[in-house]
């Protein structure tokens, strides 16, 4: 048995080989992600041995990522070049040249984790320039502590009602983008019970009522009502409830005089008397795609019952995506349910397992990253922006930064041409560092634009302890088989380069791997016992594989904001004013002409309000049903009709195109192209199309990319100035059979 970021399973090895997967029998809805596994680990894509790029080898050529061969070298000599480029760039070009990219997810394993493992690394050689957030959530990292004064991750984690609240009180369940099971099959450091569909049959089943509102029907389970949207419009619906929420005198007047600021402020804009547009709902339905009466009588139900307002993250992955996030904070206090049990407003059910469960908080298994002696810190989506343009000055969350100049970058975790935006224009400026190294298992397309590959070791070729703080589950994770070719685990890849820079005492406290497990595991068992709870000793938790915690929580949860309410002077927020922000003096005060000090409706450069001839149709990208991101995209796009990714159309769409269902279709704008297959299908919206992420990024530049990545199609801008987050959401294409 072992787990992942899709859950625990159990693991057939025969021969050496991983040969089969089953369930983990206490998961009530396991995933099917497992099964691919045994094909994926042993794929003829693994990086078998160190790897050097030939034309950066020979010369130090930087132009040939992406279409270079491959040097294959002895481990040492390897470990000496990339040892020796590395102290090259920081003697010469400082720390401050050295990027330490590991956008990723965090493992299940909690000391092979290699974001902890290459910060650490990058860490005891003097420091990295860093990233800020996540492509996931980045925007709402930086927009909503002005809101409710709170990391928003921590709000998503620990602040908002569980299932359980969900289903004891609330009576209309109002989903912004949905609540799809699909996505919470994930979570980082994993999921062990798969909760989230059974959650929903208990809402039918109680006559909750939930409403899905966005562009396509499958964003929440069976038996959901459906309110299509167009997308990048969920603002101006948002105005327009609150709109009539105020028009007919259903505001929550008392709960807005006591538990927020700045109302007062907001008014006059959103009545109109400021610019001379009312935010009705006849203003707000050629917007979003919505009747007025549709409108109207959602908020009256909304003001009328235990509402709950839950906005997915994807809404925050768009152009001025801080402002629906900003707006149903302000929604949910107007119509004063916030600290209610089942009321009020949450974010991000079911775009992860792991939100929507009540666990008591327990300290975590952590190796630690040390201190980064660079101040230097980049929002995670500017990337591109900063590879292109060193010394350019750039406005984030209040302060004026310039990218720096990096020379090399270091990226292990992660593959940025998956989760990145318009790759054709990526792979362009990645070409203008000096050096990359990258430690990867697989050829990735990263991997294939790196100049020095180190093979990694996948979790099922390591020892490791598998915790993670959504989750009530405690692992042993053992060494299932041995590496795959010369895998090396990034600990031992990086102690080798940290000694050959005269810093492996400061990287490895002379530990070996097996010694800091256990370390860290006695430092963590310690530490639960004092917040109450016994673990095993190491030895017992190895004989008994995993253990379940004592820390789930059935019954409601108190919220923060449940103390907040009833006493707003006694137990304030950590705003500025102590209450919700719907004005914000702070961001005021920056004088960001796109994301001003209230919430306001912003229409993106590119959506259906500003469809053409040459780009007609509204391209979201949803996370894939059968894997996670693009991990094991090898072995899934083997399989026979896989790829191209199947990309889903109207059929007034398809019927005007001349297309059908199974169809291959070329997906196209101005930044790129993909081929697709068709599905037509009822369940979106007519002018929307919807392509998932993952398929691996093919050939650079004017080529086709032929598995269907939807990000070579997608705008690289930021959110906004304030927080200047990927808008993977914001693109308009077009379709054409092939």
């Not at 839950?310 to 768009?318: D, I, M, N």
């Amino acid at each position: 048995m072992t787990s992942s970021h899709w859950g625990a399973f159990e693991v057939d090895v025969r021969d050496g080989r991983i040969v089969g997967t089953r369930p983990f029998s206490e998961d009530p809805c396991p995933s099917a992600i497992p099964e691919i596994l045994p094909k994926a680990v042993h794929h003829p894509t693994r990086v078998a041995r160190p790897s050097v790029r030939r034309g950066w080898l020979e010369n130090r050529d930087k132009t040939g990522r992406g279409s270079d061969t491959y040097v294959e070298l002895p481990w040492d000599e390897a470990l000496d070049i990339a040892a020796a480029e590395i102290a090259r760039v920081r003697e010469t070009h400082g720390n401050e040249a050295i990027f330490g990219g590991s956008y990723g997810w965090g493992s299940a394993g909690r000391f092979h984790h290699a974001q902890s493992q290459v910060h650490r690394f990058l860490n005891a050689t003097g420091g990295y320039v860093a990233s800020f957030g996540s492509y996931s959530t980045g925007c709402a990292q930086a927009i909503m502590p002005h809101v409710f004064g709170v990391p928003f991750l921590n709000l998503n984690y620990e602040h908002q009602d569980g299932w359980h609240t969900i289903a004891a009180h609330t009576e209309t369940l109002v989903m912004f983008g949905g609540v799809n099971p699909k996505n919470s099959q994930v979570s980082m450091g994993g999921v062990t019970r798969h909760e989230t569909a059974g959650w929903f049959e208990t809402f039918a089943s109680k006559g909750m009522r939930c409403i899905n509102i966005g562009p396509q029907r499958s964003d929440a389970p069976d038996g959901c009502e459906w309110v299509p949207l167009r997308p990048g419009s969920d603002t101006a619906l948002m105005l327009a409830l609150a709109y009539v929420l105020e028009a007919e005198n259903l505001t929550d007047q008392d709960f807005v005089a006591r538990c927020t600021t700045g109302f007062d402020r907001f008014r006059p804009y959103l009545m109109g008397e400021t610019d001379g547009t009312s935010k009705s709902p006849d203003w707000a339905a050629p917007l979003c795609g919505v009747d007025p009466e549709t409108i109207r009588s959602l908020a009256r139900r909304m003001a009328a019952t235990r509402t709950l307002i839950t906005v997915a993250w994807s809404l925050q992955r768009a152009e001025h995506g801080e402002q629906p996030f900003w707006m149903s904070a302000v929604l949910a206090a107007m119509l004063g349910q916030i600290g209610l049990p089942g009321g009020g407003v949450g974010y991000g059910y079911g775009a992860i397992g792991g939100v929507g469960k009540s666990f008591k908080g327990l300290t975590g298994v952590t190796f630690s990253q040390g201190q980064n002696p660079v101040q230097k810190v980049i929002p995670v989506a500017r990337v591109g922006d900063m590879l292109r343009h060193p010394g350019q000055a750039y406005a984030f969350n209040g302060r004026r930064e310039t990218y720096p100049d990096i020379r090399l970058v270091y990226w292990a975790g992660g593959n940025p041409f998956h989760h990145h935006q318009d790759l054709n224009a990526l792979h362009d400026a990645w070409q203008r560092p000096e050096t990359i190294i990258v430690n990867e298992p697989w050829w990735t397309a990263t991997a294939k634009r790196a100049d020095i590959v180190f093979p990694a070791t996948t979790p099922y070729e390591r020892e490791d302890i598998g915790r993670s703080n959504l989750d009530d589950y405690l692992f042993y994770m053992p060494q299932l088989i041995s590496p795959v070719g010369e895998a090396r685990d990034d600990y031992v890849i990086f102690a080798g380069l940290a000694e050959r820079l005269g810093v492996g005492a400061t990287f490895t406290e002379g530990r070996g791997a097996d010694e800091w497990l256990r370390l860290l595991y006695d430092e963590y068992r310690q530490k639960t016992q004092q917040q109450g709870v016994d673990v095993p000793d190491f030895e017992t938790l190895k004989d008994q594989n995993w253990v379940r915690l004592p820390i789930h929580k059935d019954g409601p949860n108190r919220t923060l904001f449940a103390p907040f309410r009833e006493d707003p002077e006694a137990s304030p927020l950590p705003t500025p004013s102590g209450k919700i922000e719907i004005f914000s003096e702070v961001i005021d005060s920056f004088g960001y002409d796109d994301c001003p000090g209230h919430p306001v409706w912003l229409p993106p450069s590119e959506w259906l309000g500003t469809a053409t001839h040459r780009a007609p149709l509204h391209l979201v990208s949803p996370q894939p049903g059968d894997k996670l991101h693009s991990q094991l995209e090898s072995a899934l796009a083997d399989e026979e009709g896989a790829r191209p990714e199947t990309i889903v159309i109207h059929p007034v769409d398809a019927g005007q195109r001349k297309i059908k269902t199974g169809d291959l279709v070329r997906v196209f704008n101005d930044r790129g192209a993909c081929r697709a297959r068709a599905l037509v299908s009822i369940d979106i919206s007519q002018g929307v199309v919807a392509l998932p992420t993952g398929a691996w990024f093919g050939d650079p530049g004017g080529n086709i990319d032929m598995d269907g990545n939807p990000n070579v199609l997608t705008r690289d801008v930021g959110t906004s100035s304030l927080g200047q987050g990927c808008s993977a959401h914001t693109a308009l294409v077009d379709i054409a059979p092939l």
